[in-house]
């Protein structure tokens, strides 16, 4: 299995970033898919989740109307469109994928996103 994010980088604030999730090794269509935030000194945190079909999704308090997870299981792929960045949203985003069959989870390496002027 296999998990790699991608799409961090540096934005002033009120700005966008889209992160971007290929995930392999998982039966996508059985798969829930989240998106993670660790900042620097603090532990890692729940920030988005989608569920295999697609159509539910939940997010934390902290993004929700900013941020927007989706999934494309023809591609894979797992998406975080964020808008509307704060410098609180500042860390490093991990992608998780959860076979919710078996019960395995599989973390990626990180992208990090920072956000100043």
């Known amino acids: 299995v296999q998990v790699v994010e991608s799409g961090g980088g540096s934005v002033q604030p009120g700005g966008s970033l889209r992160l971007s999730c290929v995930v392999s090794g998982f039966t ?19 920030v988005a989740t989608i569920d295999s079909s697609g159509r539910q999704t939940s997010y934390a308090d902290s993004v929700k109307g900013r941020f927007t997870i989706s999934r494309d299981n023809a591609e894979n792929t ?16 991990y992608c998780q994928a959860r076979d919710t069959y078996y019960g395995y989870t599989a973390w990626g390496q990180g992208t990090r996103v920072t956000v100043s002027s």
């Open 78 to 93: 797992v998406y975080l469109q964020m808008d509307s960045l704060k410098p609180e949203d500042s860390s490093v985003y």
């Open 28 to 46: 996508l269509s059985r798969t829930i898919l989240s998106w993670y935030s660790q900042p620097p000194g603090s532990m890692r945190g729940l």
